[in-house]
C-alpha cells in the first residue's frame, strides 16, 4: 500500500518542535512515493540563513510572513509530503491554505517527549528561555487546539522508529481515505 489515491494530493504535517515531522516525514514521502518538502529547510536555503538567524534580524513576525508566503507557494504543488513548521498554524489564513491544500496530520507527542528532544537544539529560538519546560507548555495551550482544527489525522508519536511510525501513518491514511 502507497497511499496511491492521494498522488495529487498533499499530505500535510503539522505539531510541536521536536516532534518529528521532518525525519518521519521523509519516511512517509519514501513510502508513499512522493515529494518531501520541509518548509524550514526550504526557507532557510532561499534566505542563505538560518530560522534563528531569521528570528533575530526579523522577529517573530518577519519570520511568520516569510513561512505564510513560502507555504502558499509549496502548498500549491500536489503530491508532496509538507513538513511545516510548529508554529504555522498560529496564523488564521495559513490554517484555512492548510486545510483546503490536502491531507493534514497531526503529529502528537506530550510536553515531556517534546523537552527531550529538543533540550540541546540551539535552533529552537522560542526555546531560548530560563524554563523550556514552562516556555513549551504554553506553547502547546496555545498551538494544541490548533493542530487539532487543521487536521483530518491525528497521530501520537510513540517510541517508534520513524519509519515505523510513517509506515503505520500510510496506512492509517489508506484506511482514511477509503472510509
Do not use: W
Request: overall charge neutral; hydrophobic content about 40%; glycine content about 8%.
Amino acid at each position: 500500500m502507497c497511499a496511491s489515491h492521494i498522488k495529487n494530493r498533499n499530505i500535510i504535517l503539522v505539531g510541536p518542535m521536536g516532534v518529528g515531522k521532518t525525519t518521519v516525514g521523509r519516511a512517509l514521502a519514501k513510502i508513499a512515493s512522493l515529494d518531501f518538502v520541509d518548509c524550514d529547510v526550504e526557507l532557510e536555503q532561499r534566505t542563505g540563513v538560518d530560522v534563528t538567524t531569521i528570528f533575530e534580524i526579523e522577529g517573530e513576525a518577519g519570520f511568520r510572513r516569510r513561512e505564510s508566503e513560502l507555504l502558499e507557494e509549496i502548498a500549491a504543488c500536489g503530491g508532496r509530503v509538507i513538513a511545516t513548521g510548529g508554529g504555522v498554524v498560529l496564523d488564521e489564513a495559513n490554517r484555512a491554505l492548510l486545510k483546503r491544500s490536502g491531507l493534514v496530520i497531526y503529529l502528537s507527542a506530550p510536553v515531556k517527549r517534546l523537552l527531550r528532544r529538543t533540550r540541546n537544539n540551539r535552533n529552537r529560538p522560542l526555546l531560548q528561555t530560563p524554563d523550556p519546560g514552562r516556555t513549551l507548555t504554553e506553547i502547546m495551550a496555545v498551538r494544541d487546539p490548533l493542530y487539532r482544527e487543521v487536521a483530518d489525522l491525528v497521530i501520537r508519536v510513540d517510541d517508534r522508529s520513524p519509519q515505523s511510525l510513517a509506515k503505520r501513518i500510510n496506512e492509517t491514511i489508506d484506511d482514511y481515505e477509503d472510509a
